[in-house]
């Protein structure tokens, strides 16, 4: 049912610095910062040859990643991000196996402009796990 790897997001302290190692210790090509305030995210894409690093940071106050950051102050892995053709019977797929989708249970409007989901971390052996329709 998963497809490709779209992304790994890694939450950081400090854009501006993560953005610097990204682009210049690293060597990879960097976005500039872009604010999604329906996700209380500010985000940096890091595109790579067959995948992408999404920086987070948090935005506003009810960020989903600010507690993250609390307990994380270095920063840190947050989630993954798998490719699915069509969302929907992916969803249905995995609560008929007892998955657990995170919020109401329907698709958000993604960082890329697609449908999104998040699956609980227990059911995924620790991960966040994202599921986007591609
Ligand atoms: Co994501």
Redesign the pocket.
Known sequence: MIGKLN?V?IVVPDLAAASATYRSTLGADVSDPVDLPDHGVTTVFVNLPNTKI?LLHPLGEDSPVAKFLEKNKDGGIH?I?YEVDDIIAARDRLVADGARILGNGEPKT??HGKP?LFLHPKDFYGTLV?IEQC
Request: proline share 0%; with cysteine.
């Open positions: 992304h997001a999404e989630h991000c993604g960082a999104v994202e």
